[in-house]
């Protein structure tokens, strides 16, 4: 069979025509466009948006430890003295903040420790 190089012009005759007689192409029928895919999410863009979202609230507690600067008096297991409001509120908070991580690590710790126990083989009774 013998093969023709690319730089021989080749005869169209017995080819079809590649464009119509209009001189532009066919449409093709019409496809449904591929849905748009959703973005893969990572945990670099978790972490980044995690940042971002810290940053906002480290601004917003800024705008309020500025606006509240009005020395309060504070009572507590009978101390007393004055400071500002805000100061107050945000150790107040960071009280709270680590209250709820010492239950949450009791939690996840009485949770492992029923993981692991379910997971230990018992010895077959005979």
Do not use: Y
């Not at 192409?25 to 019409?30: D, E, F």
């Amino acid at each position: 069979m013998p093969v023709q190089s690319n730089s021989t012009p080749r005869s169209t005759g017995d080819l079809e025509h590649p464009l119509p007689v209009g001189g532009r192409p066919a449409r093709s029928p019409a496809r449904p466009r591929p849905r748009a895919s959703k973005p893969v999410r990572s945990r670099t863009s978790a972490a980044w948006i995690g940042v971002c979202v810290g940053a906002l609230v480290l601004v917003a507690l800024v705008v309020f430890m500025m606006q509240n600067t009005a020395p309060v008096e504070v009572a507590f297991l009978g101390m007393a003295g004055t400071a500002p409001l805000a100061l107050v509120l945000v150790i107040a908070g960071l009280g709270v903040g680590v209250v709820a991580l010492v239950v949450g690590a009791l939690r996840i710790g009485q949770l492992r420790r029923r993981i692991r126990a379910d997971r230990q083989p018992t010895l077959p009774t005979r």
